[in-house]
């Protein structure tokens, strides 16, 4: 069974930084999918960030050039470095793991940009 916990979001100013983790336990492979989604208050979930392997990325236009995702293998850890935020990046923040016909979600971490 895979689980997803993710951790470093909150409440940070328009222009700052954070940088959100996502701790999988469970058999994790590279060869899967994972990634960041994210959902705003009335709005749908969207796909954020997203490894599909060791050398492709794909990222939101919204966000290009601002964040950055990344993973570390020995401590099945992928992070999501988000720079230059803005308001309109408010919003809940997921973790995505898609096995073939498993997908998993991890709890959300709420990330809130305001002055």
């Known amino acids: 069974q895979v689980q997803l916990v993710e951790s470093g979001g909150g409440l940070v100013q328009p222009g700052g930084s954070l940088r959100l983790s996502c701790a999988a336990s469970?058999?994790?492979?590279?060869?899967?999918?994972m990634g960041w989604y994210r959902q705003a208050p009335g709005k749908e979930r969207e796909l954020v960030a997203q490894?599909?392997?060791?050398?492709?990325?794909t990222y939101a236009d919204s966000v290009k050039g601002r964040f950055t995702i990344s993973r570390d293998n020995a401590k099945n850890t992928v992070y999501l470095q988000m720079n230059s935020l803005k308001p309109e990046d408010t919003a809940v923040y997921y973790c995505?793991?898609?096995?073939?016909?498993?997908?998993?979600w991890g709890q959300g971490t709420q990330v809130t940009v305001s002055s």
């Open positions: 995505n793991y898609q096995a073939g016909v498993n997908n998993y």
């Open positions: 469970g058999v994790i492979s590279n060869f899967y999918p």
């Open positions: 490894l599909r392997s060791a050398y492709s990325t």
